[in-house]
């Protein structure tokens, strides 16, 4: 059966989710997909499945910085960093759920990662935020109270606790029939797919999960600490 909808998991400080918005509307409506967007928090997928994000790693910082800069270029649009990063996502993330702005979903992400990730806008400040929608011609009365509700909090979490359950580990991810895609990259992979030409061996990829693990890292180093 053909799928209906394409799940897609985001938080603000990820470039690579930006990059991969501007391109997911589109794919979505070529293939009749009903886009729906998940807000949830990077740091919260990062801990719970034991990993650092690319700024808490210096030369992987300085590589993304490189690799943005480029992707820019060669997509043509402008590239100009949030003022602040990484920054607090927690008020653009609960603006963003449908909870909190219901048919305007798209409209309020657009604005906000058009401001922080071309307009280079401090995407941490709730003022600024809420700036940034009047600007866009939403209607913003009660939001700035409305994301302090504790419903409302509960909302995001609860995004963020689904993305794990359902095997998130980063962001941006697309979910489509039952498969995930992780990253910027992943668009055509997912075209492919959509079209009945997906390259994955299922058998192969299910052997290759299957294989045993010789040895574990942590371990390996703990072992080695006690010679």
């Known amino acids: 059966m053909k799928p209906s909808t394409l799940d897609f998991y985001f938080d603000y400080l990820s470039p690579f989710a930006f990059f991969a918005w501007l391109d997911i509307g589109e794919l979505c ?39 943005c800069l480029r992707y820019a270029s060669l997509h ?3 590239y100009n960093p949030p003022r602040f990063h990484p920054f607090n996502p927690l008020p653009a993330l609960r603006l963003s759920l449908f909870e909190v702005c219901g048919e305007q979903q798209q409209t309020v992400i657009q ?22 929608l009047e600007r866009t011609g939403i209607e913003t009365g009660g939001l700035k109270q409305k994301i302090t509700n504790p419903d409302i909090k509960n909302a995001l979490i609860k995004q ?4 794990i359950a359902n095997g998130v580990f980063g962001v941006p991810t697309m979910i489509v029939a039952d498969q995930l895609f992780w990253g910027n990259d992943q668009l055509e992979h997912i075209q492919l ?23 574990d890292r942590k371990k390996f180093t703990e072992k080695g600490r006690g010679r």
Request: aromatic content about 8%; proline content about 7%; overall charge negative.
């Open 29 to 67: 409506e070529k293939n009749d997909l009903k886009l729906r967007p998940h807000p949830v928090v990077f740091g919260k997928l990062l801990d719970h499945w034991g990993q650092l994000g690319p700024a808490e790693i210096a030369p992987k910082r300085d590589w993304v910085s490189r690799y």
């Open 76 to 78: 043509g649009f402008e």
């Open 111 to 132: 604005a906000l990662f058009e401001a922080g990730w071309i307009r280079g806008e401090d995407l941490g400040d709730v003022d600024n935020l809420i700036a940034i």
């Open 160 to 163: 963020t606790s689904n993305a």
């Open 193 to 215: 797919l959509l079209d009945g030409n997906d390259p994955l061996d299922k058998k192969e990829a299910h052997s290759l999960k299957s294989r045993p693990r010789m040895i």
